[in-house]
């Protein structure tokens, strides 16, 4: 594969220069770096619809694993066996298992399980993927290059049945192991796009320059080029997390992780092994929901963080509304004709 | 006697953002059958948006928002440009104007055969032609500018830039059109001015040959007093000057036309052309 | 044409130290963790397992314990170019090999057909979402990251439930009908497909919406591109323009990234075949890992990695075809 990371390439010239008219958001913070200026630059990323609105389900899914004590209105495995299999009612929102548990308190407690073990995932990926993808983009030669034969490999190696092998070898997995797992199965991707963006940076002038001026090579790598990589490592971090929550729900509905560890797949596991399917739609579809709709919050953060890198991909959809509200149609490929002395000319650029 | 081949009249475009921005001022000219009327200005000055707005080739949110362009057709026939619709304006395009673009390497496609893009041109606006037919005319095109016959199935990037260069010169010359309108805006290197030099001796050579005129559109003021009949200055917008290239090379009548033809370093190293 | 012998001399000696550390990784997995219930599971056997077959299961699992580490790698590797990966503990002591080959075919035809109708489909529609940007197309794109967060396993139940459970549709289980056997029949093949159509579905549907995205933001690059223009320039019909123009330099990002995303894929839709007990690769690992079947997991893994390489083959031929630049000779 040549490399096809679209993402570093400046935007090339189009038409004539004046067609452009997105803003460019992209480019890097001015130069005066205070503290302050450069945390809430480095915050811009999430500054737009897509971002905000993922953060804010996330922060919903982090305050009910927080707070699940007080939210939960049974324990976990509280049994009732006055009331089993129920459907939804007043005192069991979402329904009942077989063995009388409140569903609803389940995945309150399942929330803990997925958030920790994602996170912590997420932070061992990422850093993983920093020191591979700065360091193999930065240097040259058979270290990148090795480097970055390293990260193909653990790209195509898949990684799910490898999880599953090595998960079954242990009795009772830690929450830590299973996190480290599916960090070291998924540090990969990031790690390719963190290269190719390093490899970019590093012919930047202020690069350069600061290489010129004789600066140590952590102070390079840790003031310069870190700040300018943000946005993709925040990514990079979204990602394995969304892979790590998918890799742990998979897991227990498998039923390679013990059970002692409640997520949302552990409760699909259950449903799935005591017949919950069809009837019981109550037992397997908001635990289900609520992978989906943690996936979602996850993807918008990244579209966000896409959209802020790439402001084409933004410009795209906006200005094409925009314009749409003034008659034209960014899809014509021919100019439309406003003049005031022919109104009958009008439309003849938006047919197609 | 005067013969018009382009008759542009208080041509306007503007880019409908808010605010609206007059990318193109009130332009009127007109352009003489077997002309090469040279554009000149800083980059940002329109003349960009000028040639592209000629052919309609601007997307939204550019709008041309007052005056004509008329074509006087070979034929006799006058063409309003402004009135075409979208079938109309695809079949006028290529077959009376085409053009030449700047930075050859991006506007070839990478990854089909320089011959299949040559022979897009004919299958397209020439449907009667055989594929026989077809492979004959693509391969005369590459004798005519010197790129040779062999080189039809080569690649953009098997080509060196001054090959692909004359390849888009090629596939402009396809259909032999009326008007070529070369877009050789900002050469970034010493070698771009090289190849655009070698590139204009070819194409005045081959407008004797074929007949065409030429709008020619480039920031380098010296070649154009070169090579043009007329040139026109243009800033903000507007065209301040029009005048023959002799007339602007020895009697500059705007001021900017002066600082223009001031700043422009020689390649003998001397400053400014007036001090040539 | 020319033969890019750089680029098949890189790509290949990349693949054969990816199928080199596949190796390796399944050569130390069992002897890092498992062990004791290998030697378990041989003296609770103790009489009944061949010595041949007794000396390949010490050598997968490294039980000989006088035998330094290089000896036992070197070991594993004759074993494994003489095509013997051990003995399957929950089979009757069958040869790995034997077990893993004729569940490989099921899962090849399954997850084979429906990524690929899931990337050419997915592609073509994010071309053409991309190309009519801002349009009411844009919808599909919401919608199929929402189907591609889901977890593949709670689609297929939830496919189940609705699809075969209640409205009865298709069957819910396995390849074909209970008490045929796999012949070359018309009647044969029209129950594989009434048995294939559901999972395929749902992994189409799972996977569709990375490559719809992938594509339509490969598109709004492209279209920037000055050759976009000229084609528009020369009076091409828009549909020329998309096609072969666009679209055609668009996917190759979108290929290289099949490439790469293939052994994710396999990894989901292994759990669709325990769903919907598909008698593929994925549910004799699945399994074996409850029955705790070492050798077997060991060979399913390796199998898994090697069929995704070729698969990454495949892709690297496809792409090379498609991108004349990686036929450059010249360096």
Same mark, same amino acid.
């Not at chain 1, 997105?22 to 005066?32: I, Y």
């Not at chain 1, 399917?277 to 739609?281: E, K, L, M, S, Y």
């Given at each position: 594969m040549t490399t096809a990371e679209n993402l570093t390439e400046p935007a090339s010239v189009g038409s004539?220069?004046?067609?452009?008219?997105?803003?460019? #958001?992209?480019?890097?913070?001015?130069?005066?770096?205070t503290f302050w200026s450069r945390l809430a630059s480095s915050f811009a990323m999430f500054r737009n619809p897509k971002s905000l609105t993922g953060l804010v389900i996330l922060c919903v899914f982090v305050a009910v694993a927080l707070l699940g004590d007080v939210l939960?209105?049974?324990? #976990?495995?509280?049994?009732?066996?006055? #009331?089993?299999?129920?459907?939804?009612?007043?005192?069991?929102l979402l329904g009942t298992t077989?063995?009388?548990?409140?569903i609803l308190s389940q995945i309150i407690y399942g929330t803990r399980g997925v958030l920790i073990v994602g996170f912590l995932a997420g932070i061992i990926g990422t850093a993983i993927a920093v020191v591979m993808g700065v360091v193999a983009g930065y240097t040259k030669g058979w270290r990148s290059e090795s480097l970055s034969a390293v990260t193909n490999v653990f790209l195509v190696i898949p990684g799910l049945p490898l999880i599953i092998i090595v998960a079954s070898q242990f009795e009772n997995p830690p929450l830590i192991l299973i996190a480290a797992v599916l960090a070291a199965t998924g540090w990969a991707w990031g790690a390719r796009v963190l290269r190719a963006q390093t490899m970019s940076l590093r012919n930047r002038d202020f690069i350069q320059a600061a290489r010129a001026n004789g600066e140590p090579l952590h102070r390079i790598i840790l003031v310069e080029m870190l700040p300018n990589l943000m946005a993709i490592i925040a990514s990079s971090f979204v990602g394995t997390v969304t892979a790590a929550v998918l890799g742990l729900t998979t897991l227990a509905f498998i039923g390679v992780?013990?059970?002692?560890?409640?997520?949302w797949g552990t409760i699909l596991f259950w449903a799935q092994q005591n017949g919950a399917?069809?009837?019981?739609?109550w037992w397997y579809v908001p635990a289900g929901l609520c992978i989906a709709i943690l996936g979602v919050a996850l993807s918008l953060i990244n579209f966000g963080i896409d959209e802020y890198v790439n402001p084409r991909l933004r410009s795209a959809g906006e200005r094409a509304r925009a314009m749409k509200k003034k008659g034209?149609?960014?899809?014509?490929t021919m100019t439309v004709v406003r003049t005031v002395e022919t109104?009958?000319?009008?439309q003849a650029g938006n047919t197609k | 006697m005067p013969d018009p081949l382009l008759t542009v009249h208080d041509f306007s475009i503007v880019y409908d953002v808010d605010p609206p921005?007059?990318?193109?001022?009130?332009v009127t000219l007109e352009l003489q059958r077997g002309e090469i009327l040279g554009l000149a200005g800083?980059?940002?000055?329109g003349k960009t948006t000028l040639a592209y707005g000629l052919q309609r080739l601007l997307r939204a949110?550019?709008?041309?928002?007052s005056g004509s362009v008329t074509f006087h057709d070979a034929s006799g026939v006058d063409i309003d440009v402004n009135a075409l619709n979208v079938e109309e304006m695809r079949r006028f395009r290529w077959d009376k104007i085409s053009m030449v673009f700047q930075g050859a390497m991006n506007a070839l496609?990478?990854?089909?055969t320089i011959g299949a893009q040559l022979d897009d041109v004919f299958r397209v606006h &020439? !449907? $009667? =032609?055989?594929r026989r037919e077809r492979r004959a005319a693509c391969e005369e095109l590459l004798e005519l500018v010197a790129?040779? &016959?062999? &080189?039809? &199935?080569?690649? !953009?990037?098997? =080509?060196?830039g001054g090959m692909r260069q004359r390849v888009m010169i090629a596939m402009a010359l396809a259909l032999r059109p009326q008007l070529m309108v070369m877009?050789? $805006?900002?050469?970034?290197t010493a070698l771009d001015v090289l190849v655009q030099r070698e590139i204009l001796s070819q194409i005045s050579m081959l407008r004797h040959e074929f007949g065409f005129s030429v709008i020619f559109i480039t920031h380098d003021l010296p070649l154009l007093l070169e090579i043009s009949d007329r040139i026109a200055v243009m800033r903000g917008g507007e065209i301040i000057e029009l005048a023959p290239a002799r007339e602007i090379w020895e009697?500059?009548?705007h001021e900017y036309t002066k600082t223009l033809l001031a700043s422009f370093p020689r390649l003998t190293g001397e400053r400014g052309v007036l001090v040539r | 044409m020319k033969i890019p012998v750089r680029f098949i001399a890189s790509r290949s000696a990349f693949y054969l130290f990816t199928a080199w550390a596949a190796i390796t990784i399944n050569f130390f997995l069992p002897r890092m963790m498992a062990g004791d219930p290998v030697t378990a599971y041989m003296q609770r056997n103790a009489g009944q397992i061949s010595p041949e077959a007794e000396r390949s299961l010490r050598i997968l699992f490294g039980l000989?314990?006088? @035998?330094?580490v290089w000896e036992q790698y070197t070991g594993y590797w004759q074993l494994l170019f003489s095509g013997d990966l051990g003995r399957s503990f929950s089979n009757g002591l069958a040869p790995v090999g034997d077990i893993i080959s004729s569940a490989l075919p099921w899962t090849l035809g399954l997850v084979g057909i429906a990524t690929i109708v899931s990337f050419v489909l997915g592609t073509a529609t994010g071309a053409l979402i991309g190309w009519r940007?801002?349009?009411?197309?844009?919808?599909i794109v919401p919608i199929s990251t929402f189907f591609s967060t889901v977890p593949y396993f709670w689609l297929g139940l939830i496919a189940i439930a609705v699809f075969?459970? @209640?409205?009865?549709?298709?069957? *819910?289980?396995? *390849?074909?009908?209970?008490g045929s056997s796999p012949v070359f029949t018309a009647d044969f093949i029209g129950q594989v497909i009434a048995h294939g159509a559901l999972p395929a579905i749902t992994i189409v549907i799972a996977s569709l919406g990375g490559w719809i995205l992938g594509m339509r933001n490969m598109m709004l690059t492209v279209l920037d591109e000055d050759y976009i223009t000229v084609a528009q320039a020369k009076g091409l019909p828009n549909r020329r323009v998309l096609w072969h123009y666009a679209a055609r330099n668009a996917m190759l990002p979108q290929l290289s990234s099949f490439a790469l995303s293939i052994g994710f894929i396999v990894g989901g839709t292994i759990v669709m075949e325990m769903v919907f007990s598909y008698p593929g690769i994925g549910k004799l690992l699945l399994d074996a890992t409850n029955a705790k079947d070492y050798p077997l997991m060991q060979g399913v893994f390796l199998i898994i990695t090697l069929a995704v390489l070729c698969a990454n083959v495949l892709a690297d031929v496809a792409y090379a075809i498609l991108d004349p630049r990686t036929r450059q000779t010249e360096a």
């Open positions: 004539p220069e004046t067609v452009t008219v997105h803003s460019p #958001a992209a480019t890097n913070p001015p130069k005066e770096k939960a209105p049974y324990g #976990a495995l509280e049994k009732d066996f006055t #009331a089993l299999r129920q459907a939804p009612s007043w005192t069991h077989h063995m009388g548990e409140d992780i013990p059970i002692t560890n409640l997520n399917f069809p009837d019981f739609w034209l149609d960014v899809n014509a109104p009958s000319r009008r | 921005v007059k990318a193109v001022k009130n800083e980059s940002g000055c949110p550019a709008v041309i928002a496609n990478p990854v089909t &020439r !449907p $009667d =032609l055989s790129v040779g &016959r062999e &080189r039809i &199935r080569s690649f !953009p990037h098997e =080509l060196s877009v050789m $805006d900002e050469p970034t009697h500059p009548q | 000989d314990q006088n @035998t330094s940007r801002g349009s009411k197309a844009d919808v075969s459970s @209640t409205l009865g549709w298709f069957p *819910a289980s396995h *390849a074909y009908d209970k």
